[in-house]
């Protein structure tokens, strides 16, 4: 699976943002997708997770209430919705496939998201 993600930006602090993330391959509707973050000097983070039929979600205590995760399986696609942003959520974001709660495919270029104060 090939993934490229779209939709980063800067924002103000308090702003929404919708992240995309296109993938290719037949089997991408099989896979449970997740949305990561990254700033530099630290580990990648796991914010969101969504399951093949998009019927389960989990996510990271940080963004709980605040991020939704979504998919659209016809178009391989996978979404973030962004709303209430936090400086803290400036970061560098990527999707993946998962497969035994880890990522499994190579990482795309990713998106950049800048909130500012």
């Known amino acids: 699976v090939q993934l490229v993600e779209s939709g980063g930006g800067l924002v103000q602090a308090g702003g929404s943002l919708r992240l995309s993330c296109a993938a290719s391959g037949r089997l991408f509707s099989t896979f449970t997708m997740g949305w990561f973050r990254q700033v530099p000097g630290k580990e990648r983070e796991l914010v969101a997770t969504?399951?093949?039929?998009?019927?389960?979600?989990t996510y990271a205590d940080s963004v709980k209430g605040r991020f939704t995760i979504s998919r659209d399986n016809g178009k391989n696609m996978v979404y973030l919705q962004m709303n209430s942003l936090k400086v803290e959520d400036t970061a560098v974001y990527y999707c993946?496939?998962?497969?035994?709660?880890?990522?499994?495919?190579?990482w795309g270029q990713g998106t950049q998201v800048t909130v500012s104060s």
């Open positions: 993946n496939t998962m497969r035994s709660g880890a990522p499994f495919d190579s």
């Open positions: 969504i399951g093949w039929s998009g019927g389960s979600s």
